[in-house]
């Protein structure tokens, strides 16, 4: 019985219904299987094999996002259980994330951060328009192991460099890993800056937070 | 005839903008800044002060088409190249505002300077279907809250053509308009003859950016022509249908149209629209794929359903080199709006989805520009054009090589010579180095550069110019 509900739950990772995932969710809770068990049995092996799909070729952005959107859904329902039971869930590392200040373009920062997501790790999504302190503040308050800033355009991009500074200047650059990311960043930017890592998108960002963290896949 | 196609049946065209009236109604747009929501309040528009969304009755979109300038001229620094508009046929402009440049010199990607828009508007002013200006980078080396001042007026400098590019917030205003006013000799011209405009691009989805709308609209009073350039994509930033994407597109333009119309009724606007396409696997803007291709045409016949002046982005390319990708891109993607009837294509220049500038390249879309040119000529079919009487004489199995209408076949439109593409006997390329079109369009922008400038700006006006970027950078700051 709970390993038909597993493979329900993964299914429900694979095909992205985040209306099944929560119901799968909830029986689970309601049938008394352990919410540490219901992630990491039922819904990461769903994620796994859509990561799977994706690196094959057989599955594209929009499968990866509606995965991350349907792991979100159970999750949400099974957290307070979890917490309740003292249980909790492993996570690759905490992300702080948001578009530089003077900048409303968003498309880019939710892409990477709804592919670190459904790499594992917690995201903390700042939005847009974001001052360079705001990061440096989350960061602090959530004890992130990285950073990312992203900007569209040349002008804001300026910004990142300030994300650095005030990393800096909190006092949290040494535990803190900070990633840059926009059409017009590089990594020669990236380095000029002192920031630790750039990547070209969503899905190299999974490898870049990885390696900072060092994270084996 | 003319080689005309359009994208849209007559009751596509209704359906894209009944739709578009309805997402303005019904779900409405975000408007950042501090000017466009009162506007749109005072005027009927029911606007959510929390969210920032106004939802427009299509009464306002009536209001604004019946008052929007169907026709102008968009002058320039030297009136020989002014352009009417609506046009007849299609010309050219430089595509804007990458961020990097491949260096000449080392064949390396790297960030845009002002001496790159310099050498690129000297390289654009030569090419013969180009007629609007646009800084092809970002000008790295300028400050970056004076940037796009400089960059405007390095481009102004650099050429005598019609010239375009942004503004990114009301503080940069005054220094701009001052800047415009000196170039056109003063105000009065500057309004009158149209010489500069701006480029705006909503933030997809239905997204106003604030600093940006606001400066914008404080131009108004200067009535600086305003482009209106939309870029939905579809899957991310807009619907993953390409007919819906082709309805937020025009919806964001009609819903830019109201507010501009109602803070300065009467300000010439251009319908525009860069429209792109989403890498399913890395989720990349693509703007160089047969779908832009076919939405930007759709929606250069969506403009001119409106009565517009009606341009599109093209000759675009995703490619990261200079080469058969990029030609082959910037074909599939000039030819659909060019067969829409636009009045400007704008791409000109660059590759990498927009983001880098490529010198040569600019002589080799000029080249694009003018097959496609030939392409939309069609075929004269005016009486007489059928030759009967030379067909006659030379009879059954003799040529017409010596017959008077072959002769004149050789000096008249119907027959395309290359500037770039050499006809040459294999032997005779073998013997030249076997220089590709690339190679040509190097050593044809090395004697560019190599002339005097045409049409540089008289020392009092540069002079003038500067003053200005002075108190720009110091004041600004």
């Known amino acids: 019985m709970t390993a038909e509900l597993f493979t329900a739950m993964r299914q429900s990772i694979v095909d992205g219904e985040a209306g099944a995932a929560g119901d799968l969710a909830r029986q689970a809770l309601a049938t008394g299987v352990s919410p540490l068990d219901a992630i990491e049995r039922g819904y990461v092996p769903g994620l796994t094999a859509v990561g799977e799909a994706f690196s094959a070729g057989d599955m ?6 509606l995965a991350a959107r349907a792991m979100k859904a159970a999750v949400e329902i099974l957290e307070p259980a979890l917490k309740a039971s003292g249980g909790q869930r492993q996570i690759a590392g905490r992300v702080v994330i948001g578009t530089i200040k003077g900048d409303i373009h968003e498309i880019g920062k939710n892409m990477v951060a ?11 999504d700042l939005g847009v328009d974001v001052p360079a302190e705001r990061f440096a503040e989350k960061a602090a308050e959530v004890d992130a192991d990285i950073v990312g800033v992203s900007a569209l355009l040349t002008t804001t991009m300026a910004g990142q460099r300030n994300v650095v500074q005030a990393i800096v200047a909190a006092g949290l650059r040494s535990r803190v890993k900070i990633i840059v990311g926009g059409a017009p960043a590089t990594q020669g930017w990236a380095d000029e800056i002192g920031a630790d890592g750039y990547s070209e998108d969503g899905v190299a960002s999974v490898a870049l937070a990885r390696q900072l963290l060092g994270i084996s896949a | 005839m003319r080689f005309e196609h359009s994208i849209l049946a007559a009751a596509d065209q209704e359906r894209v903008h009944d739709e578009s009236l309805r997402i303005l109604a019904e779900v409405g747009l975000r408007f950042h800044g501090t000017l466009a929501l009162p506007l749109l309040e005072a005027a009927g528009a029911q606007v959510d002060r929390e969210t920032g969304v106004a939802r427009i009755p299509r009464s306002l979109v009536e209001q604004a088409l019946a008052i929007v300038p169907k026709t102008f001229t968009l002058g320039a620094r030297n009136p020989l190249y002014d352009f009417a508009l609506p046009s007849p046929v299609t010309r050219y402009a430089m595509d804007g505002t990458a961020t990097f440049v491949l260096d000449t010199a080392t064949g390396e990607r790297r960030y845009g300077t002002r001496r790159d828009i310099t050498e690129a508007l000297r390289v654009f002013q030569e090419v013969d279907l180009g007629v609007m200006a646009w800084p092809p980078v970002t000008a790295s080396d300028a400050p970056a ?19 375009q590019h942004e503004v990114h917030s009301p503080e940069q205003v005054p220094y701009l308009a001052a800047a415009l006013s000196v170039l056109a000799g003063g105000d009065d011209e500057l309004r009158q003859r149209h010489s500069y405009s701006v480029i705006y691009c909503p933030v997809a989805p239905l997204t106003h950016d604030g600093p940006m709308l606001d400066a914008y609209l404080a131009l108004g009073s200067l009535d600086i022509p305003v482009m209106v350039m939309p870029m939905p994509v579809t899957g991310t930033t807009g619907p993953a249908r390409l007919f819906g994407n082709v309805c937020v597109a025009n919806a964001e333009s009609l819903s830019a149209l109201v507010v501009f119309q109602l803070s300065h009724p009467g300000r010439p606007m251009i319908y525009s629209s860069a429209t792109g396409t989403m890498d399913f696997h890395s989720g990349a803007f693509l703007g160089g794929t047969p779908e832009m291709g076919l939405m930007t045409a759709a929606l250069t016949t969506m403009g001119r359903f409106y009565g517009l002046p ?7 390319s995703d490619a990261h080199e ?3 990708e990029a030609v082959i891109d910037k074909l599939l993607t000039t030819l659909p709006p060019v067969a829409a009837g636009a009045d400007i ?12 500038l490529v010198l040569e390249q600019i002589l080799v879309d000029a080249e694009i520009a003018r097959l496609c040119e030939r392409i939309a000529d069609g075929i004269d079919t005016s009486p007489g054009a059928e030759l009967h009487d030379d067909i006659a004489e030379v009879g059954p199995g003799g040529n017409f090589l010596a017959q008077k209408s072959t002769r004149a076949a050789t000096r008249s439109r119907e027959f395309v010579r290359p500037g770039l593409m050499e006809r040459l006997s294999h032997d005779a390329w073998r013997q030249l180095g076997r220089p590709s079109m690339y190679d040509r369009a190097r050593e044809r922008v090395a004697e560019i550069l190599a002339r005097p400038q045409v049409d540089p700006l008289p020392q009092a006006t540069r002079d003038a110019l500067d003053e200005i970027l002075t108190a720009a950078d110091r004041d600004l700051a």
């Open chain 1, 60 to 65: 594209f952005l929009p499968d990866m996002m």
């Open chain 1, 114 to 124: 709804m592919m670190l997501a459904s790499a594992g790790f917690e995201i903390h």
């Open chain 2, 145 to 163: 809250h004076s940037r796009i001042l400089h960059e405007f007026l390095t481009m102004a400098a650099a050429t005598s053509k019609h010239g």
């Open chain 2, 310 to 316: 009606s341009t599109a982005a093209g000759c675009t």
């Open chain 2, 322 to 324: 200079p080469g058969p």
């Open chain 2, 345 to 356: 294509v704008i791409g000109i220049g660059e590759i990498e989805s927009d983001q880098t």
